[in-house]
Structures are given as C-alpha cells and as structure tokens.
C-alpha cells in the first residue's frame, strides 16, 4: 500500500513537472523574458535557459514516471524548485512585479501566496520522494 | 467554570451556522444591443440566502467604459438586489467583455467576478479603414473592402469623400459585398480626407481614412 | 551512492540539451540572443524611450484621464471616440514611426483592444503595447 502512495506521489509531480515544461515549450520567447522579469540573470544566459529549462522539467517528469534515473531526476527538480522559489522570493522583497512564467502564462492571473504556497508543496514532495526511496537504491526500475 | 465552557462552545456552534451566504442569479450575463444603442446594461441579481447581513466592501469595474451600481451597501437575511452594471459602447466594435468585480463580507465568497458580454452588431465590415500613399508614390487607386456583418444585408452603399482631392468609385462584387476605390488627385502634397460609408437603407455611417503620408526616408 | 545520483542527473541533463538546442535553432529568428525584443507585442519603457523621435505614443485611457495627465506628445485615442480620435492619429502618423500604446497600468485592456484595432482595422505595422502602463511609466518619470 504505501508503494502505491509513493508512486501516487511520482506521478502526481511528474505530471505537474511534464505539464509546465509543455507550457514553456511552446513559448520559449515568451519565458525568455519572464525569465528576464526576475532581473536574477543577463539576457543571454536567459535566453538560454528558457530553450533547456521546460526540455530538463519534461524529462525528469518522464525519468520519474518510468522509474528510470529516478534519483538524478529528483536531485535536479529539488534544485529546480529551490532556486525558483529563493528567486520568487527575491523578487518579492526586491519589489518587482512578476507574472511568474513557470506555467507560461496560464497562471499569469495568480498571485503571489498561491504560487508559492503550490512550490513549496511541490518542494515538500520531492524532497519527501527522495528520502522515501533513498533506503532502496536498486528500486529504479519497476515497481 | 462549566457555563463558560458551555457559552463558548455555544458561541462556535452560533459562528459556525448563523452564515452569510449571498447567492447570485448569474454571474454572466450576454447582452445583444442594437446598432443604434449608446449603452448596453447587465443586471445581475443575487440574494442574501444566509442569516446574516452581507456588505458590499467594494464594486469595481475592469474599465473605465463600465460602470457599476450596487443599490444598497448591506443587504439584510433573505433580501433580494440587483447590481446594474452600465457599459459605454461607444465606438467600440465586436463582442466586448468587461467584468465586475464585487468583494463582500461573505466569508464564503469575498470575491465574485461578474461578467458582462455585449454582442455589439457590426452592419459594416471594412477592410482596411485606412489607405494611404507616400508622398511622391504614384497616385493609383488603391481598394477597400466592404461587406455586410453577420446577420445583416447590405443592398446598396452610400460613399462621400470629405475632400475632392480623394476620388471614390463604389462597385459591388457580389451579395453583401463591395469595393471602394479610392485614388488621390496627385501625392505631391499632404492632403488627407475622411470617406463616410453608409448601408442605403441604415443611419447608421461608417468611417474611413485615406491620405497622403510623409514617406520614411529610407525604406 | 552519490555518484550514481550525479551520474544520473548528468545523463538527464545531457538528454534535455538535445532537443533544447533543437528548439534554439528552430527559433533563432524568433528572438535575439544578445538584447530582449519585443516578444509579440509588448515592450518596456526603456525600449520604448530608446526610440526616441521614431516613436509615436499613443494614450488609450477615457478622455478625463488624458486630460489630467499623459505622457508629453501622446494622442489621445480610445474606443469611445474612436472615429473622432482616428484621423488626428493618422494624421501624425507615418509608415516608418513605432506605436507606443499605453493604458492606466499593466492589467487594463483598453491599450491591447486599441493595438488590435490599429493592426486589423488600420492594417498599420509595429503597434506595441506598453509594459506597464501609464503606471510604469510613472514610475521611470
């Protein structure tokens, strides 16, 4: 029972991981300068990772779908969530006005508690996957 | 000790079902108005279906062309009210959405977003509004297309340019539809001229404008 | 342990490169790589600024607004007196000039619904819409 649980979780923050790379690969332009909103990083390297970016959210969501590189997959979307939120956060305090970008444009219209409260979450959980399935390291594949 | 055990416990069971609750009628509302209509107005009612007091803290309107009413600031228990919301048409065009939004006390619902859909009818469709040369372009006449909006038939079109330096030749090309040519007497000069375009039967007109523009010095 | 995990995340990491460089490729006309243009239709005061005499500005705001305060030289143009309003800003206008259209602040609509109606009614080239607003621009006074 609690494996299913676990892979409940896996899926559940795969999706969410698949879904806003999806988003942001059909408009790179346009995470290229949300992305420059938050004034973190130079245009260019912007630029840059709005093309890789939404690619490295696809495939880790899909690594922890089908169980494979499944800890590299969680180490980089822990990482991933991390530096979003400290970055939110940052431009919070900073006060820019910021239309997040990490769902593309969907989630223009939210505020500011909601999304963060949604990153944390989503922190919460891949760092609880990561210790739930740290004591079996040979569990990445099947089950 | 026990009464005020049993007067707080009370008091929760009091806050918990004495609720207010206001429940709208809709909360969009589509409206068609005529062509020769200045405003089009929503009114969307709601009911205060709890059993408290609900207060409007405020009514606010996604434009400056909306404008919103809300009879009364408190509506008590079981009263019923309307918002009226009034939309400016204007000279706008095409189906306009504007919203509503109301904040109230209710616990339940502190924000509801009202939308107001005008169907504004377009007699006339123009393609493209605007022509122009650049000065020295040669003077050949250049088209615009007309044809009747949805749900309406244009039989004839009635065209006048405000200057005789821009001539108008109208043709009709087919069942609801017509071409203007327009050409300027000479593109030497900046001269410009408004063309009034009406359906033959509407009094309604339409607008377009033809000129002469300073050309960009490179191109 | 630990190596197993970077290994991993390194393969991942190799494996989005492939169809990232993909899409940078297929879109390296799209966006330039070294100054932020416009995407679509919005741009920043400091853009618009940069364009100094090339820029035509355009406030889209409810007469009473424009009367009270507007950025200097802008047209007031709006969809309540659009037939009215239309011909002066054509009459300012010419094909090589940037249109710079504001509202009161970045969630207002009135800029966007008058950029649409400058680009498919008047069929005019580089309609922008400010960033921001007049807010914004306020706030770069």
Sequence with gaps: MKKFLWRLVDLVIAVIFIYAGAVKVLDPVQFANDIDNYKILPWTIGVGLAFYLPWLEIFCGLALIFRLLYRGALSILTALVAIFIIATIAAKVRGLDITCGCFGHVSQDWNFPAHLALDLVLLAGVILLFHATGAKPRDLKGA | ?219 | MKSLLVRQALILAALALVPGLGQAVYFRNRVSWRSPIPASEMITVTQARAWGGNAIWVDARPDEEFARDHVPGALSLNEDRWNELLPQFLAAWSPEKKIVIYCSSQSCNASREVAHRLRNEAQLPNVFVLKGGWEEWLRNR
Aim: proline share 6%; with cysteine.
């Design chain 2, 1 to 219: 000790m026990r009464t005020h055990i049993f007067a707080f416990a009370l008091s929760i069971v009091i806050c918990v079902t004495a609720h207010a609750e206001l429940k709208w009628e809709q909360t969009a509302v589509e409206l068609h108005p005529a062509p020769t209509d200045k405003e089009a107005v929503g009114h969307f009612k709601y009911q205060n279906t709890g059993s408290k007091p609900v207060r409007f803290k405020s009514v606010h309107t996604s434009c400056g062309c909306t404008a919103a009413q809300s009879q009364k600031e408190e509506v008590p228990p079981g009263e019923k009210g309307e918002i009226t919301a009034t939309f400016k048409i204007g000279d706008r065009t095409g189906t306009q959405v504007k919203t509503v939004t109301v904040q109230t006390d209710d616990p339940t619902n502190v924000t509801t977003v009202l939308t107001l859909k005008a169907v504004i009818p377009q007699e006339l469709e123009i393609n493209p509004t605007f022509v122009f040369w650049g000065k020295g372009e040669a003077p050949n006449p250049k088209t615009i297309v007309v044809h009747a909006g949805k749900d309406f038939s244009v039989k004839q079109l009635k065209v006048a340019s405000s200057s005789p330096d821009f001539q108008t030749k109208v043709e009709q090309t087919g069942k609801d539809q017509f071409k203007i040519d327009v050409q300027p007497r000479e593109t030497d000069k900046i001269i410009a001229a408004t063309l009034t375009i009406q359906p033959e039967d509407s009094s309604k007109i339409f607008y377009a404008t033809a000129r002469i523009t300073n050309a960009p010095a490179i191109q």
